[in-house]
């Protein structure tokens, strides 16, 4: 595969509890562990925060492009992408899991199923994904 955009983002600080900056400046947020991991929480962001808004915009776009090519673009749509961490009991780390929910107001739920599955065939994240995390899909109509 060649690359036809490469993002770049640098991590300073403390990991989880430092800062993150993209190389173009768009991006630079502070992050803070949740509390549910022994963080302090508070109005900074977190890596699974960070995935999630990544992967339900990537999957939104694959999925309106797979609707106008099935014939039924969509005019009002929405993914709802939820990261979960918790502890992975093969190794002691940490293990990520997403779900994802499309809303497709517009379709029947058979063409919302059948869009969300072409969806996460086309969409890099889910490509990225497959075999190393769970990940559930799923259409409302």
């Known amino acids: 595969m060649t690359p036809l955009y490469i993002a770049e983002a640098v991590s300073i600080g403390q990991g989880r509890d430092g800062e993150v900056r993209s190389s173009d400046g768009v991006i630079d947020e502070r992050l803070a562990s949740p509390t549910e991991l022994g963080g302090p929480g508070g109005a900074a962001t977190n890596p699974e925060q960070l995935f999630a808004a990544g992967y339900s915009a990537c999957f939104h776009?694959?999925?309106?492009?797979?609707?106008?090519?099935?014939?039924?673009p969509?005019?009002?749509s929405e993914v709802t992408a939820?990261?979960?961490i918790g502890k992975d009991e093969a190794d002691g780390g940490?293990?990520?899991?997403?779900t994802l929910?499309?809303?497709?107001?517009?379709?029947?739920q058979a063409q919302a199923d059948e869009v969300v599955?072409?969806?996460h065939k086309l969409c890099p994240y889910s490509k990225a994904t497959r075999g190393n995390i769970d990940v559930t899909v799923s259409a409302v109509a």
Do not use: D, I, N, Y
């Open 82 to 84: 939820r990261v979960g």
């Open 74 to 76: 969509l005019r009002a």
């Open 61 to 72: 776009s694959a999925l309106r492009a797979m609707a106008a090519k099935s014939g039924t």
């Open 94 to 98: 940490f293990q990520l899991s997403v």
């Open 117 to 119: 599955e072409a969806a």
């Open 101 to 108: 929910e499309a809303k497709l107001p517009e379709l029947s």
